[in-house]
């Protein structure tokens, strides 16, 4: 009973990633591409010229060579989650939410009713934006260097 109950709570702390092949509906060159929890992952199949394999076993073939890089870029760039993570994060929001409520109130208040203080809250938030959209796309061009140069090993074996 205790084992059943231990493995449980690891079940629902890590999960599981489902990892499903489907054909490209539009784009792609009507190939096989992978989707991650329901979310479509392109970069797990296709090759430099952004069409997807219409042989599944090579489809196969390279998610099973880029699913840790690729995934890694895509926690990097926020896309995905690590299960574990965002369930223990959930459940201490939950528990340090009621402490955090107050200062989040009297912050809101003075957004609203403070022109000086809600136009310094916004550069900012822009300027973190700006900052975040640049992050994400340097990230993006390693990940396609990174396709490129498993192409290439593809390509020479």
């Known amino acids: 009973m205790k084992n059943l109950f231990v493995i449980t709570i690891l ?6 990633a489902n990892y499903k092949y489907e054909i490209a509906q539009k784009g792609y060159d009507g190939g096989y591409l ?9 970069e797990y199949t296709i090759d430099t010229q952004n069409k997807a394999p219409h042989d599944k076993q ?9 699913k840790e890089t690729v995934n890694y870029y895509y926690k990097k760039m926020g896309k995905i989650y690590n299960d574990a993570m965002t369930r223990s994060s959930d459940v201490g929001n939950l528990l340090t939410g ?7 109130a009297v912050e809101d208040y003075q957004y ?9 809250i916004d550069a900012e938030e822009r ?6 959209l640049d992050r994400r796309q340097q990230l993006k061009k390693e990940l ?9 090993l593809e390509s020479n074996s």
């Open 11 to 16: 079940i629902f702390l890590f999960g599981c």
């Open 34 to 42: 992978v989707r991650r929890h329901g979310l479509l992952i392109p």
């Open 58 to 66: 090579i489809a196969r073939e390279r998610l099973i060579r880029r």
């Open 98 to 104: 009621p402490f955090k409520l107050p200062g989040a």
């Open 112 to 120: 609203e009713h403070d022109q000086e203080y809600r136009e310094k």
């Open 127 to 132: 300027k973190a934006e700006e900052v975040e």
């Open 144 to 152: 396609y260097e990174y396709i490129k140069r498993d192409m290439e």
